[in-house]
């Protein structure tokens, strides 16, 4: 609405009914379009934008009326906190539709509010007096909290977790009778969240970064024949016992969705100022923030529906609509990290044969779309009654083990959505059993990239899990971070220059792989299609080395069950076996000085131009 629209609705209003009146029904108006909008899913592409500018209209007319007649509404009894409440149902409007959108524009406005209401303490007031209003406040500090995380504004971070803290001590000390256990658990999910994701592991921008990253224009073409995909939309979603997270984001799913965005053009890498404390604990803030972030040279953000612990009927209702509202040029990234189950059986030849008997059985012997195989008389099925669960070689848990069926995904589950092209990262010790997709497609080949099924040995630990998280998410999103980490380098400020040194080595090092790719004249169409999208090429030549790495790094030498494996196979001249990815990471356990934890099959040179102190390294 404009400005003179408004101006010439409060002149009207102003002749005929009192402000305070126009002012509560504007509040009544706005509440009940927001209690609509509130419980709306995050991952209908266009569905939902109708609503949401109907309710933002009202609250911009809300927010400037309540501003022009502040006076007069305070004589007529508004409290600071109902002026707080307003723009905070603003800023948690901002920040639904940047989870609807991924606009970070969206989430810089949200950022805007919320920092706005906890400079002028809207909360304040009676706050000592009243219980609700010391939960408002809570629960204020705890969604401006998950803003800033996401927008990776760290100093906010910290000084808003301390708020939290003082205030909670604050709320039990006033109020004894009240239990605040569900805050002292926000309190203990945010620390162990930061604890995991340290200033070293934030060293340069997860995010997709024009000053760091190739831009998009330099990228090699490959050929002309091939069509060329670009990344639209995302599904991501973790669940592990005892996760590291904050809500409803685990630390996974949090990094995934970094780096599934562009960097902010207001977001200013500085290596220069880049510091983490001993231990990499947190430093000065790497970013210097400008107003106004929007930049409309850069491409939209691909949208990302983030599921946590979902049902398998929610995540086959959020798969099927964002496939049917794929663009004809998108392709969608699913990515499911979680614990998986595995049978002895070969699962690859299982999960086929049982796919095509399901889907033949239950058209010819069931009504229902729902009937399982282990219902059917059909005697060539070859299944007994308790192979029910099972008969598919494998699945990933996201939820209670007691109730498989309802709380597992399997590799079937996804196959019929292969009719849409599918970028797929499994991160699961049940990892194996996905690969049975490869080949069962309904269209169109998908593209995997799958875990190591064994956990990856971390030096100096002994957790099932990287302290910091899953060690192979963070090859994809950090690969420089996940590299220190698998040799035991936490890191610390008088470390940088090497930092500096690795992150150019490992960023040239991908690049000539990328050419190489791309140049390649075997290279599967499946991979030869996405190489142009920015955020999928940098994931697999990431992957590419992990894998690397992982073969040649002297623990998991050899050791199958400790390699990820990708789907369509790529070219032998980026095998991890090659000149080209052994002297990469020669040279990056040089910089560390940790050539031997690794293991060479043959002498490498090492080019003169990068260390001309070292001629030749033989093998371990």
């Given at each position: 609405m404009s400005q003179q629209n408004i101006n010439s609705t409060n002149l009207s209003y102003s002749s005929n009914i009192p402000v305070s009146e126009v002012y509560w029904s504007l509040v009544e108006k706005a509440d009940k379009k927001f209690s609509k909008i509130r419980d709306l899913p995050y991952y209908e592409r266009n569905r939902y934008?109708?609503?949401?500018?109907?309710?933002?209209?009202?609250?911009?007319?809300?927010?400037?009326?309540?501003q022009e007649n502040r006076e007069k509404l305070v004589e007529a009894g508004l409290k600071r906190y109902e002026i707080g409440e307003i723009a905070s149902r603003i800023a948690q409007l901002y920040f639904g539709q940047y989870m609807r959108t991924s606009d970070m524009s969206y989430l810089s406005e949200s950022y805007i509010f919320y920092e706005a209401i906890l400079t002028r303490e809207y909360f304040r007031d009676g706050l000592h007096q009243h219980l609700n209003l010391a939960n408002k406040q809570l629960r204020f500090l705890a969604r401006f909290l998950m803003v800033c995380l996401v927008l990776n504004r760290r100093e906010m971070v910290h000084q808003l977790v301390n708020q939290l803290k003082m205030w909670l001590d604050e709320c039990k000390r006033v109020f004894q009778e009240t239990d605040f256990k569900e805050w002292k658990l926000v309190v203990q999910e945010i620390v162990r969240f930061l604890k995991a994701d340290t200033a070293f592991m934030n060293i340069r921008p997860l995010r997709y970064s024009l000053v760091l990253d190739p831009r998009p224009d330099d990228l090699p073409h490959v050929s002309a024949s091939v069509r060329s995909l670009k990344l639209r939309d995302a599904i991501l979603s973790s669940y592990h016992h005892n996760e590291i997270k904050f809500s409803e984001l685990t630390l996974d799913t949090f990094r995934m969705l970094q780096c599934l965005e562009w960097e902010p053009s207001g977001s200013f890498y500085q290596s220069s100022n880049i510091k983490t404390g001993q231990n990499g604990g947190p430093g000065p803030s790497r970013i210097n923030y400008s107003q106004d972030i929007a930049d409309p040279s850069l491409p939209p953000n691909p949208r990302k529906a983030i599921l946590y612990r979902p049902s398998v009927t929610h995540f086959l209702a959020v798969l099927a609509t964002i496939c049917e509202e794929l663009p004809h040029d998108g392709i969608l990234l699913i990515y499911l990290s979680a614990s998986g189950a595995r049978n002895s059986i070969n699962a690859a030849e299982n999960i086929n044969r049982n796919f095509q008997s399901h889907t033949i059985s239950s058209d010819a012997t069931s009504a229902s779309p729902f009937s399982s195989p282990c219902n059917s008389p059909n005697p060539t099925l070859g299944l007994n009654k308790g192979d029910c669960m099972d008969d598919l070689g494998g699945c990933l848990h996201f939820g209670s083990r007691g109730n498989r069926g309802l709380n597992s995904i399997y590799p079937s589950d996804i196959i019929p959505f292969t009719r849409r092209p599918l970028f797929i990262v499994i991160d699961s010790d049940g990892s194996e059993a996905f690969k049975a997709i490869k080949g069962s497609e309904k269209g169109e080949p998908a593209a995997l990239l799958i875990s190591p099924s064994s956990t990856i040995p971390i030096a100096g630990t002994d957790f099932s899990r990287s302290p910091s998280g899953s060690t192979f998410t963070i090859f994809l999103t950090a690969s420089l971070q996940a590299f220190c980490l698998l040799l035991g380098i936490l890191g610390s400020e008088n470390e940088m220059d090497t930092y500096t040194e690795a992150e150019k080595?490992?960023?040239?090092?991908l690049n000539d792989w990328g050419s190489t790719l791309a140049t390649s004249d075997n290279l599967d169409p499946v991979w030869a299609q996405v190489l142009r999208d920015p955020f999928l090429r940098r994931l697999l030549l990431r992957f590419l080395f992990c894998r690397a790495v992982l073969t040649l790094y002297k623990p998991t030498f050899n050791k199958k069950e400790f390699l990820p494996e990708c789907m369509p196979s790529l070219p032998d001249s980026l095998l991890p076996t090659s000149t080209i990815c052994r002297t990469?990471?020669?040279?990056?356990?040089?910089?560390?000085?940790?050539?031997?934890?690794?293991i060479l099959s043959e002498e490498i040179i090492l080019p003169e131009n990068r260390h001309e102190d070292m001629e030749v390294v033989a093998p371990s």
């Open positions: 934008d109708t609503y949401f500018y109907k309710v933002f209209k009202v609250y911009t007319q809300l927010w400037k009326f309540q080595l490992l960023s040239s090092s990469t990471v020669l040279q990056m356990a040089h910089i560390f000085g940790a050539t031997d934890r690794f």
